[in-house]
């Protein structure tokens, strides 16, 4: 079975994610476009590259992710340091050890930039702060003059990854042919996590059609369920704070969306109660997360029907129907 698959974003459960695309694919099912946020990104992009889930599976255990938590030491001071790295980089963490992660993964199978995916084959979602608005990569990239082919994948990963406050945000410069006339602030752009406007970013592939039989190619989405196994957060000061404000984004965004008109075409993956910024899991907690989404992947699909799929989706686009009918406003006669 063909699909398009979409991942949510969910800071470090995404583990869950690779173990729903062994479920997946242990039911034969074959991803022919994907699309990501935040870790959701991760995924996508390795799906995109040619990994399987059990080479997914391999990397993470052999990743301890508190690696990837990198700033100077100088910044280490209790306290003090981790406010004054967030008052001057816009971050408690550097998101460059990410990258050159996620750029090694990719280079093993051949991939640097866009240009050497098919055409349309990953799709990457972040968030310009600048200028408000969501960026669909690697095409959006263009508003920057920056030609999207030479992308790399890597780069929209951690644009994507930038969780706020937690990460960096990703700077960039616009070409000098957009930037001349403008103020040196202005040539600048801030991009972080995608999550932070579109965390489940279904709407990606709707209406897509397979160019064998012209039949709808479905789009299921693979999202992370369980924020209420969590304790409430306890907030004592700014840094608590905006760790509370970061896993409230990752984890309740959509959510309504979800559960009222998207519950059939979404694998609902229990992330047993793991934080978005846990990084510091135990071996066994990545295992457990993993497995998780195993049994969540395997159960969905093995209870899939094409058949129930239209009829579902068929009656989403009547209720949508409906509601902009009922918004439009009522004409004089």
Not at 54 to 60: A, P
Not at 82 to 89: C, E, Q
Request: charged content about 20%; some cysteine; glycine content about 10%.
């Amino acid at each position: 079975m063909l699909i398009n698959g979409v991942f949510e974003g969910g800071g470090v459960k995404g583990i869950s994610l690779a173990g729903a695309v062994q479920g997946a694919q242990d039911c034969g099912v074959q991803f022919n476009r994907v699309a990501g946020t935040s870790s959701g990104s991760i995924v996508a992009a390795l799906l995109a590259a040619g990994y399987r889930a059990e080479e997914m599976k391999v990397i993470i255990e052999s990743t301890p992710f508190a690696s990837l938590l990198q700033r100077s030491a100088i910044f280490n001071t209790r306290w003090i340091g981790p406010a004054a790295r967030l008052f001057l980089k816009k971050g408690l963490y550097s998101g460059e050890a990410l990258e050159s992660w996620i750029r090694k993964m990719l280079q093993q199978k051949g991939i640097r930039t866009f240009a050497d995916l098919p055409s349309g084959k990953l799709l990457i979602t972040a968030s310009d702060i600048s200028n408000g608005s969501i960026l669909v990569l690697p095409d959006d990239i263009r508003r920057f003059g920056i030609e999207p082919s030479k992308l790399e994948v890597a780069k929209a990963v951690r644009m994507s990854c930038s969780i706020p406050y937690f990460f960096d945000p990703v700077i960039i410069r616009k070409s000098p042919v957009m930037s001349k006339g403008l103020p040196f602030p202005d040539q600048f752009v801030y991009v972080v996590d995608g999550g932070l406007l579109s965390n489940f970013p279904l709407w990606l592939f709707d209406g897509e059609r397979s160019e064998e039989g012209g039949g709808i190619i479905p789009v299921v989405g693979f999202k992370m369920v369980g924020k209420n196994e969590v304790e409430p957060a306890r907030i004592k000061g700014p840094l608590t704070m905006l760790q509370a404000l970061v896993e409230t984004m990752l984890t309740a965004h959509d959510e309504r969306y979800i559960e009222q008109i998207n519950r059939f075409r979404t694998v609902k993956i229990p992330t047993l109660g793991i934080k978005p910024t846990q990084f510091n899991l135990s071996v066994q907690e990545s295992t457990n997360l993993f497995r998780s989404g195993l049994v969540a992947g395997r159960e969905f699909f093995n209870a899939w029907n094409m058949k129930i799929y239209n009829e579902q989706l068929e009656k989403q686009r009547k209720e949508q129907r409906k509601k902009k009918a009922d918004a439009l406003p009522l004409l004089p006669v």
